[in-house]
């Protein structure tokens, strides 16, 4: 679905940003006025920052299919699912009402399918059963955009084969795991006739035939031949193109990344400006820092705390015990690099 470009100007010499192409789950734009590297942070906040909706704990009550419980796990938690308004749901670590989840910080989803017949019975995304308590009507909805409206599939069964299991969505960042990411991919490209010199295409024979011009060769002017190098120029105009995966139209997409990026300024502001009695308020109050996925400390410090600590333990001491002990015992070199075989 193509729509006749539109400008949003916020001053005259501030940014502009001019749509060309909307679709239900692709956006082209383009963004001017800018420097480098305010379009890059929005391409990386947009990828790794915006908040959406999926499955994060799985209880197998059973499953007699030939798939491994931590497979079929591994794909719920990868179907996109709605998260409209998002904004609804609490991340986990930031809930009052519970330790685990609870219906204002996640979303209940069951599953229960068995095969009685003798043919192969398919078990899709749009058997997932979603809990009516839940923030929002639409947050937590399997994505289901195929013409038969089947969704993805999750498995296979055959005759008397069964899964039953209930699914828990939260609220998380692709920075902590791909499931949570809104796009499938968000690109940016600038100076299409390589006027700014800012890369060296390798060629062999002619580059203008092995590197053929992008489509947006045909919006800006060629160097013309003999034109001096303008050695203080710098990109100014950025073409953008954005693909959702379908938990989020892709305008919201774009919105919330500017509202992370907002978020995320504000906090440094906020740092370098605190105990400043001069700020006359710039950040009308607020304290917190971009939004984080559930258990994950983004400000510094978390799971790892001190040196090369990590999850099992620090250099000296594993979580398991110490030395060479783990959760099967001791090592074959034991402890102190001694060989537990010997």
């Given at each position: 679905m193509d729509y006749e470009p539109m400008v949003l100007d916020s001053e005259a010499t501030g940014p502009s940003v001019k749509i060309t192409e909307a679709g239900m789950n692709k956006v082209d734009f383009t963004l001017e006025n800018v420097d480098l590297a305010f379009a890059n942070s929005l391409r990386r906040v947009v990828l790794a920052e915006v908040p959406t909706m999926a499955i994060d704990l799985v209880e197998v009550e059973a499953n007699t299919s030939v798939l491994a419980d931590e497979f079929i796990s591994h794909r719920l938690g990868l179907i996109p699912l709605n998260s409209k308004n998002v904004d609804d749901v609490a991340y986990s670590r930031e809930c009052d009402n519970c330790d685990n989840y609870c219906e204002q910080c996640s979303v209940t989803l069951t599953l229960h399918a068995r095969c009685t017949g003798d043919e192969i019975m398919r078990v899709y995304a749009r058997d997932l059963v979603v809990d009516n308590a839940r923030p929002n009507q639409w947050v937590g909805n399997p994505v289901i955009t195929d013409p038969e409206g089947l969704g993805?599939?999750?498995?296979?069964?055959?005759?008397?084969?069964?899964?039953?299991?209930?699914?828990?969505?939260?609220?998380?960042?692709?920075?902590?795991?791909?499931?949570?990411?809104?796009?499938?991919?968000?690109?940016?490209?600038?100076?299409?006739?390589?006027?700014?010199?800012?890369?060296?295409?390798?060629?062999?024979?002619?580059?203008?035939?092995?590197?053929?011009?992008?489509?947006?060769?045909?919006?800006?002017?060629?160097?013309?031949?003999?034109?001096?190098?303008?050695?203080?120029?710098?990109?100014?105009?950025?073409?953008?193109?954005?693909?959702?995966?379908?938990?989020?139209?892709?305008?919201?997409?774009?919105?919330?990344?500017?509202?992370?990026?907002?978020?995320?300024?504000?906090?440094?502001?906020?740092?370098?400006?605190?105990?400043?009695?001069?700020?006359?308020?710039?950040?009308?109050?607020?304290?917190?820092?971009?939004?984080?996925?559930?258990?994950?400390?983004?400000?510094?410090?978390?799971?790892?705390?001190?040196?090369?600590?990590?999850?099992?333990?620090?250099?000296?001491?594993?979580?398991?015990?110490?030395?060479?002990?783990?959760?099967?015992?001791?090592?074959?070199?034991?402890?102190?690099?001694?060989?537990?075989?010997?």
């Open positions: 993805t599939v999750i498995c296979k069964l055959r005759k008397g084969q069964e899964l039953r299991m209930k699914c828990i969505a939260k609220k998380g960042i692709a920075k902590e795991h791909a499931k949570w990411a809104p796009v499938a991919a968000v690109a940016f490209e600038y100076d299409p006739h390589n006027k700014l010199r800012h890369m060296d295409l390798w060629y062999e024979e002619d580059p203008a035939k092995e590197w053929p011009k992008s489509k947006y060769a045909d919006w800006e002017e060629p160097a013309q031949e003999g034109e001096p190098f303008d050695y203080d120029a710098v990109p100014e105009k950025f073409y953008f193109e954005v693909e959702s995966i379908g938990n989020l139209e892709p305008d919201a997409v774009i919105q919330q990344g500017i509202k992370v990026l907002q978020q995320k300024l504000a906090a440094v502001i906020q740092d370098l400006t605190e105990g400043d009695s001069n700020t006359n308020g710039m950040n009308d109050g607020y304290t917190g820092g971009a939004p984080r996925s559930p258990d994950v400390n983004m400000n510094g410090g978390g799971w790892q705390d001190q040196g090369y600590t990590t999850p099992f333990g620090n250099g000296n001491q594993s979580a398991w015990g110490a030395g060479g002990t783990t959760p099967y015992g001791a090592t074959p070199y034991g402890q102190n690099g001694s060989n537990g075989w010997s």
